[in-house]
């Protein structure tokens, strides 16, 4: 299913870009001219989209040759050198904006995400990401998390029952709610996690009271309300904290001892690592 979501990706992105044709290469470039590049980092951080990159220019030109100098997730500095290209100058060309718009976004994805995992140094937990990403590009953002050491959350809303404020109000309240997933999943013969969303003390108290499920999520919760949270909690069910928390506050919810913290700036307030794809001479 990943592979052909990548595969129907690229295919849209290069229809996209392409068009009718590359008129600023093809006006002025002969077709059977032969060139290298080199993919360059600019700014320090996490490399990710390698592989991905390789698969466009594949895409675009199964005879592009391709080599392999850094390997996604690797920590990168100012100046190396990613990858090296030779192929049809047009198809390089054709290429090249494509793979740098999707590497550099994963890398600075990647990146930001190695920084709040830095944070977390020497607690129990795990950042997660979340749904807020960019459409069409859910697994390459939420790869690049993975990359940076994160933890990926559910993938979308077929892996996983999360009940969130909205679900709770339509359905009737938790306990409703609850109950009606546990009737709906045993009726579909699906094995799948259940986390509850809770706003405040009285929701938290009647989810431990419901039972049967397997994570709470602790949203705009204080960091002493968390603290509280976690105390009463005592282990029966995973927890989870959630809601305007910034790097700067995560270390402090961390050490309330909740298993995950789940950032959705991870993949929706970033900024993209620099690269550049730069021709060689022979």
């Given at each position: 299913?990943?592979?052909?979501?990548?595969?129907?990706?690229?295919?849209i992105v290069i229809r996209e870009?392409?068009?009718?044709?590359?008129?600023?290469?093809?006006?002025?470039?002969?077709?059977?001219?032969?060139?290298?590049?080199?993919?360059l980092v600019k700014e320090d951080g996490i490399l990710a989209g390698v592989e991905v990159g390789k698969r466009i220019f594949h895409k675009i030109d199964p005879d592009i040759e391709i080599e392999t100098l850094i390997n996604d997730g690797t920590l990168v500095k100012k100046?190396?050198?990613?990858?090296?290209?030779?192929?049809?100058?047009w198809s390089l060309l054709q290429a090249e904006r494509l793979v740098l718009n999707?590497?550099?976004?994963?890398?600075?994805?990647?990146?930001?995400?190695?920084?709040y995992v830095a944070r977390l140094e020497g607690t129990n937990t795990r950042v997660l990401d979340t749904r807020k990403t960019t459409p069409g590009m859910r697994y390459l953002e939420k790869e690049a998390v993975r990359l940076g050491g994160g933890v990926n959350h559910r993938m979308g809303l077929y892996d996983m029952v999360m009940l969130k404020d909205n679900h709770i109000?339509?359905?009737?309240?938790?306990?409703?709610?609850?109950?009606?997933?546990?009737?709906?999943?045993?009726?579909?013969?699906?094995?799948?996690?259940?986390?509850?969303?809770?706003?405040?003390?009285?929701e938290l108290e009647e989810v431990i009271r419901v039972g049967g499920v397997d994570r709470v999520m602790l949203d705009n919760f204080t960091v002493e309300e968390t603290q509280k949270a976690v105390k009463f909690i005592d282990g029966r069910v995973e927890t989870e904290s959630s809601g305007g928390i910034t790097?700067?506050?995560?270390?402090?919810?961390?050490?309330?001892?909740?298993?995950f913290i789940s950032v959705g700036a991870l993949t929706h307030h970033i900024k993209s690592?620099?690269?550049?794809?730069?021709?060689m001479d022979d």
């Open positions: 299913m990943i592979d052909a979501l990548i595969d129907e990706f690229i295919d870009d392409i068009g009718d044709g590359d008129h600023s290469s093809q006006s002025c470039i002969p077709a059977d001219a032969m060139g290298k590049m080199y993919l100046g190396d050198i990613a990858l090296r290209v030779n192929g049809k100058v999707v590497m550099q976004r994963m890398s600075g994805i990647a990146t930001r995400t190695a920084e109000d339509f359905a009737g309240g938790i306990e409703k709610a609850v109950q009606q997933v546990k009737t709906y999943l045993s009726a579909k013969n699906k094995d799948l996690k259940i986390e509850v969303e809770v706003r405040n003390w009285d790097i700067d506050t995560l270390r402090d919810y961390a050490e309330c001892g909740v298993d690592l620099d690269l550049s794809l730069k021709a």
